[in-house]
């Protein structure tokens, strides 16, 4: 929910290349590090750690074994919470075959059956009379007090204050009785995460080669998780089944049991048929499989079409977001004549991996032409842009201040410019079936599988830290349209980066807007460029592989501050890094180290002290003043920066978070920052952000933040817990 700042890298005209189709290119892998250094996790001989390891591989055997210790405590913890729930006697009997004479004789036992929650609240069968006679005898008293308390004031209080106690302590003893239930739901819930995080690290273990494929280790993981959830069904109506079918199968067990007395051989052949046939059926499978629905596999998790295709699509997007930002922003040159303009905009951008899962999902190989179309249509339901004229009626001498009678009226014309922006996933989710629903959420985990460049952070996650998209934009030095060739990712002075691909450096120097760069190229027509580096590494005519360092992060050039400006080419074609990069692992949980002192009173006191002096400001997308109001990153900022608590300048939310420390949800003071991921449609994790302030006298915990309007908001609620991301002190 706001504009991120903009860093950038000029017009690029210096380097630039004319566009062409890409065919695929294969990276060469790393090689291992190799390490003689015993771990200190102990594993079985069937799971022992081999003495020449990579460093990488010993770290995920030991993410296996505590993965491994957690998934065990979770299974016990869950057992012994079971063992507490409460159960029932329930008499039983079975149907036992006495071995002498060979007759079916009935045997009766008690079983311990857990109590349904209805069950349970109700209590045991010989106190329910009770129960019902003391609830009818309240009834009838209340029925008596309503046909008097009309007369009493004080009466009718006392007793709608009784009515209230009654069911306070209801919905109290009601919370104590299924307090059992839930805590083994929470704990069910626990021990399958702690199952399925178990499964997906040996799968690791077990195939070091599934963490180096982006495919792989999405696709992994998205089975793994089906899987549980498809077994978990499964074996709720395997035990509904057994139990209904339970006096067939002794039955038919029964029968069974005459027939292999009466023909011992027979049945043995018929046993070895049936075998040989079901591991024939089983080979069938396996080379079906693999002939076609491994292949399927693939092709379903990538993207189908032309790089010029896919590159075309997501130009054509943001620059039909571009024409409509500088549209609401040329209002006033468009519009004239009118007293005041007020604005009431939403957010105006879209995720790139769901366009193009969306229409690889709809159209497989689309081309050029069926995106557009497609484009349109989604562009015209996600933003609908209205003017709306009025006139209200105002006075010059509202006070009468001379006390002439005169209040002097005149017309004040305002023009309201209102942009409507739905969600970019509600709209594509509402165009597609069931199939294509599947195929869009491989996509979603795979990132369409047409990754050419390798991380340039190694393993960080840098989508967290991207300041400017690939595509159009208003510049941010110029504010002109542009087209942007690459992504910024917002980084301090002299953080290292990587070469992305094998190849040969064919420029290290100083290139005007790009500052100092780099550009590698191979001899298949892939090219890398990095750009307003701090410092150099490499020189030209240098050979470098995959991950070799070769400059840092800086600011030279035309550029707005620290940053790496990445840009891709295949024969050419400019492409967009966010899908021919690997971008790291997208992460929703945070990790914590030490967050240092929360804020002070004094500056407490400064920032709410500024904060609501802008209490009712409306929500505006890209605003970053009260000239303009404010969206949720500019209204922080500006708070920040204004009550004298730390100069952040003009930052984006994910930047907001990024620059200061994670705290974690038991740690939070007020004055920290709180933040919420997919509050829109980005590809980056934190998309809104507020100032947290404590609990208020209810003890409610609570934000000030940008909402529409700026306003105090219960950050307790379904929707913002759902969208909950993490504290961050600021310091």
Known sequence: MELPPQSDSGSESSLQSEKANTPLHTEKPDTPLKTDKPGKLQFSADEAVPTALSRGEVKQQKRYGKAQVKADKSVKKLETAKSKLPAKKKIRSKTIVDEKSGKPKRKLYFENEVKSQSQHLKGAL???????????????????????????????????????????????????????????AKLERTAQKKSVNLAYQKALAENPKLKSSVLSRFAQKQKIKRDYAKAAREAKKTAERAKKAGTAVEKTGKAVIGVVKRHPVTTGVVVLLLLLLFCLMSLIGVFGGAGSGGFGGILSASYLAEDADIDNAELLYTEWETDLQIKIANTETSHPGYDEYRYNVGDISHNPYELMAYLTAKYQNFNSSTAQAELAALFGEQFTLAFAPSVEIRYADPSDADDDGDYEPYNWNVLTVTLTAKSFTDVVSG????????????????????????????????????????????????????????????????????????????????????????VIEDDKGLVSKYAHCNTLNVTVGQSVKTGDAIATVGSTGNSTGAHLHLEVLKNGQYLNPLYYCVSGDFNLTPTYGDPGSPMGDGSYAALIAEAEKYLSYPYVWGGSSPSTSFDCSGYVSWVLTHSGVKNVGRLGANDLYNTNTPVSPNDARPGDLIAFHSTYSAPKPVTHIGIYVGTDATGRPRMIHCGNPIQYTYIDTPYWQAHFYGFARVN
């Open 431 to 518: 165009r597609m079936n069931s199939d294509e629903l599947g195929r869009y959420t491989i996509l979603m985990q795979t990132k369409g599988s047409r990754q050419y460049i390798a991380n340039p952070f190694g393993d960080m996650n840098w989508l967290s830290y991207v300041t400017s998209y690939y595509g159009y934009r208003i510049h941010p030095v110029s504010g002109e349209k542009n087209y942007h060739k690459g992504v910024d990712i917002g980084l301090p002075t002299g953080t290292p980066i990587q070469s992305g691909q094998d190849g040969t450096v064919t420029f290290a120097g100083y290139s005007g807007d790009y500052g100092n760069v780099v």
């Open 126 to 184: 010989p106190t329910r009379p009770v129960k019902a006679a003391g609830n009818s005898a309240l009834a009838f008293g209340h029925r008596k007090m309503y046909q008097v308390e009309r007369d009493n004031v004080a009466t009718e209080a006392a007793h709608k204050g009784e009515i209230s106690a009654e069911g306070g302590v209801r919905m109290a003893l009601r919370h104590h009785k299924l307090a059992p239930y839930r805590k083994v």
